[in-house]
């Protein structure tokens, strides 16, 4: 999984995180508490850099993509809110759900389980722009464990 910061032009933080159970492809959210950076999760570098480049094409959203194909929803405002009507925000976040769980995931909501990746006040380990940290100790933890 990377941390894109969506402020900022920095080098990407970078972990491995277990259980999301893609198989292929990425998805990506700039809905991400509390910090609204750009999370993905995926299976190769490549996919990652085009799910961060969607959100960033989209200036903000959510996005599950998978060689040439991918679906998105656009959240043009401040990276959280659509400028669509509920109807068709709702139909797209049902279609993006969708791709998400034919790419392997197994989680019930990957997209809400993805935004909490970053919220580094809840235990235990999270990932923010600066790097892994730690909940439970409060304080930043190296990503190689001896």
């Known amino acids: ?15 491995f995180i277990k259980n999301f159970g893609l198989k292929k492809g990425a998805i990506a959210s700039s809905v991400a508490h509390d910090c609204h950076n750009i999370v993905v999760v995926g299976t190769s570098d490549e ?28 959240l043009p405002v401040a990276g959280i809110i659509s400028d669509k009507n509920g109807w068709e925000t709702g139909k797209l976040y049902e279609e993006i759900d969708a ?13 809400m389980t993805l935004s909490f990746m970053a919220l580094l006040v809840i235990p235990d380990l999270k990932l923010s ?8 100790s409060f304080s930043f933890v190296d990503l190689e464990v001896i």
């Open 1 to 15: 999984m990377a941390v894109v910061n969506r402020y900022q032009n920095t080098k990407p933080a970078v972990a």
């Open 47 to 74: 996919e990652i850099c085009n799910a961060v480049n969607l959100i960033i094409k989209n200036t903000g959203g959510i996005c599950a993509v998978n060689g040439a194909e991918n679906k998105s929803l656009a």
């Open 99 to 111: 791709m998400a769980k034919t790419l392997g995931s197994n989680l019930r909501a990957p997209f």
């Open 129 to 136: 722009d600066k790097g892994l940290f730690s909940g439970n």
